[in-house]
C-alpha cells in the first residue's frame, strides 16, 4: 500500500519535492510495482500498530490516500499496482490489504504475484512507478526496514525494458481480489 509521496527521509535525487509530486500527476497511466514484504511508512505506524492489536484496520472514505487516488483516477486516467507476495504474507501486507480493498473499490487495478504460483524473474531487483509509458521512477528503499530513502528520476533509461517489466508483472499476476479470496478461502 505504499505511496513514495507519503514520506521520504532520504536524499532527493530529483530537483525537488514538488517536481517529483508533479511528476505523480500522470496525465494517462500509473503503473507501481512494489517487490518488498514490509514497507515502514512513518504516516502508517499507527494504524498499523492497532492492526496489530486488533486484528482489523478500517480505511474512512474521506481518508487522505483514498481521496488523492480518486483525483487520480478522474477523467479516464488509469492506476496500476502489482504487489509481489512471498508466502505467508506478512502482517505487513495482511494490514495493506485492507487498502488495497478500499483502493481497488474506487477503481485501482492492484494486482499480486504469489511467488509460490508464479515466477518473478525478469523483473528488476527494486520497486518502480511508470508514468505515461514515459517517466521511470526508481524507489530505493533501506534493506530491512524498507523505508524509502531515496527516489531517482531515471531519465537515460531504457523506457522500453521498463514496459516490459510491467508487462510481464501484469501477466504474472492475479486481480486483488481473485487472490484475497483464495488466501481467505
Do not use: W
Not at 7 to 13: A, K, L, M, Q
Not at 111 to 117: G, P, S, V
Not at 160 to 177: C, E, G, N, T
Amino acid at each position: 500500500m505504499q505511496h513514495a509521496e507519503e514520506e521520504h527521509d532520504g536524499v532527493d535525487e530529483l530537483p525537488s519535492p514538488t517536481e517529483y509530486l508533479d511528476l505523480m500527476s500522470f496525465k494517462r497511466t500509473s503503473f507501481r510495482l512494489q517487490l518488498l514484504q514490509a514497507y515502514d511508512i512513518r504516516s502508517e505506524r499507527e494504524a498499523l500498530e492497532r492492526f496489530k492489536a486488533e486484528g482489523a484496520c478500517d480505511v474512512p472514505a474521506g481518508d487522505s490516500r483514498l481521496v488523492r487516488q480518486r483525483q487520480q483516477l478522474s477523467g479516464g486516467r488509469v492506476l496500476q499496482r502489482v504487489q509481489v507476495v512471498t508466502p505467508p504474507v506478512s502482517g505487513y501486507l495482511r494490514f495493506a490489504f485492507a487498502y488495497f480493498r478500499r483502493f481497488t473499490e474506487a477503481g485501482e487495478d492492484i494486482r499480486i504475484i504469489d511467488t509460490a504460483l508464479a515466477a518473478t524473474d525478469g523483473l528488476p531487483g527494486h520497486d518502480f512507478v511508470l508514468l505515461d509509458d514515459e517517466v521511470i521512477i526508481k524507489l530505493h528503499h533501506a534493506p530491512g526496514s524498507g523505508r524509502l530513502i531515496g527516489r531517482e528520476a531515471l531519465a537515460n533509461a531504457d523506457v522500453a525494458r521498463f514496459r516490459a517489466h510491467r508487462d510481464h508483472a501484469l501477466a504474472a499476476s492475479i486481480p486483488f481480489i481473485e487472490y484475497e479470496a483464495r488466501v481467505q478461502g
